[in-house]
């Protein structure tokens, strides 16, 4: 694949006219604790659980699922939490060799130590390194990366 599979595009510029409207609604995050998971999502960012998904009686894995959505009327996207029986948690920074987060979720604040009090009072610790002044790197409960910013 080159440099360029992607294109160039010019900041502001639609991609294709002709493509049809495409919207990123949620995001699918695989966890071993899905139920506690979406609990800590929802206490985090104030959604509710719209879904906890108990297993079925004959799957011997446990399969979990729940879902997180934003408060009717507040603008938001869904969490997704997926089971994952073969969990690795990330490490951030990434190191080679080491399980690395392929994606992590930004959310803007208006108060970052305030809302760094909060994540770690609803069960989220602190990153190291801290890469910027106004972003805090954060991880779940889980070991998922998650950055404040204002």
Known sequence: MSDDTFGTIPPGERVSSGA???RATSISISTPRPHEAARFYARLLGGRITVLDD???DDPD???WAQVQPLPGDVGMTINLEHEREWSPPVWPARPGEQRSTQHLDVQVDDLPAAVAWALECGAREASPQPQDDVRVMLDPD???FCLFL
């Open 20 to 22: 049809p409207r495409l």
């Open 55 to 57: 297993a079925a009686p």
């Open 143 to 145: 070991g998922h990366p």
């Open 62 to 64: 446990g399969i979990t």
